[in-house]
């Protein structure tokens, strides 16, 4: 598995519009944009550092996995998100040293990347994305 760099850094938030105001007014960032992704009941919101971004998620939904995240351990920093050259051949990779997987097969995610989660269980309690961007 070939690692390109962070990607981002995913912080669950409870209000995306409440919190942007830091990371714009205080972290002096830009705000790109924000997107909903349906298929996982989330709004996003980015701000790019360089080559790698911050990452607001706000539930859209209250059975949603951020709204679940926030309602066990609060508002925080929820994943790391890595960028690799092939996310499929790194999936099999993954498998084969019985890493157990989230994702077992890469979905579309925000900005159109694909992506897949490995388990926290698997990762010494951090959620891990591997997301690929063309």
Known sequence: MKILKIDHIGIAVNK???RKNFWTDVMGLTHTGSETVEEQKVLTAFFPIG????????????DGPIAKYIEKRGEGIQHIAFCVEDIDAALDELKAKGIKLIDEKARIGAGGARIAFLHPKATNGILVELCERK
């Open 16 to 18: 995306v519009d409440e």
């Open 51 to 62: 080559e790698s971004e911050v990452e607001l998620l706000e539930s859209t939904s209250p």
